[in-house]
């Protein structure tokens, strides 16, 4: 039985959806800090934007993973390439996933560690 993500709540209007939209948007710029933040101030207050904030920091986390990974394997090259993949894919991921949690769906990260639980 797999958990099911929390939907956005009905009765505080579009507050949660843009605040949880901000938080995926804002790992393009700041990386982990902004869910990071929003994780520990509202995850006892809002399980919608919990979950978004928990889901776009682990994004970020494994991103910040695979930009050590890329940095350590410039030597041999092959980071050259992979780097510039990782960013890109960061950047249309957290954007696709802010336009999915404005419209009120849940969106999970293909490619994300699930390292906070």
Do not use: R, Y
């Given at each position: 039985m797999t958990d099911m993500p929390p939907s956005p709540p009905a009765n505080?209007?579009?507050?949660?959806?843009?605040?949880?939209?901000?938080?995926?948007?804002?790992?393009?710029?700041?990386?982990?800090i902004v869910p990071l933040v929003v994780w520990l101030l509202k995850k006892d207050q809002s399980p919608y934007l919990a979950d978004n904030a928990k889901e776009a920091l682990n994004f970020q986390i494994t991103v910040l993973i695979a930009c050590f990974v890329s940095g350590a394997l410039t030597v041999?090259?092959?980071?050259?390439?992979?780097?510039?993949?990782?960013?890109?894919?960061?950047?249309i991921l957290c954007i696709i996933a802010a336009v999915k949690t404005n419209n009120g769906e849940t969106y999970r990260y293909p490619f994300a560690l699930r390292l906070i639980k």
């Open positions: 505080s209007g579009t507050d949660e959806k843009t605040l949880a939209a901000l938080t995926h948007a804002s790992g393009i710029f700041f990386g982990l041999v090259l092959i980071g050259l390439l992979l780097l510039p993949l990782v960013i890109l894919a960061d950047v």
